[in-house]
């Protein structure tokens, strides 16, 4: 290979590394984005096991109370 040939060979696998890295680095915040709303969906499913304890805590002391 000629030294022009290796250079235009450098210069295609530089483009390549920049483009690949704002492609992971987009991936990257696409997996936290995810990773937030994965928490959120857990929290809001304790908040409403939660919330239907505590219903059927009330609907039960409100039956034995009459």
């Known amino acids: 290979m000629s030294h022009e040939s290796l250079v ?19 991936l990257v915040e696409a997996w936290r984005t995810a990773h937030g709303v994965v ?3 857990k929290w809001m ?3 409403a096991t939660a919330g239907t304890a505590l219903w059927a ?3 039960l002391a ?5």
């Open 8 to 26: 235009r060979e450098v210069h295609s696998l530089r483009r390549d590394v920049a483009e690949l890295s704002g492609n992971v680095h987009d």
């Open 39 to 41: 928490r959120f969906v």
């Open 62 to 66: 409100w039956a034995t109370r009459k």
């Open 45 to 47: 499913g304790g908040m």
């Open 57 to 59: 805590l009330i609907q």
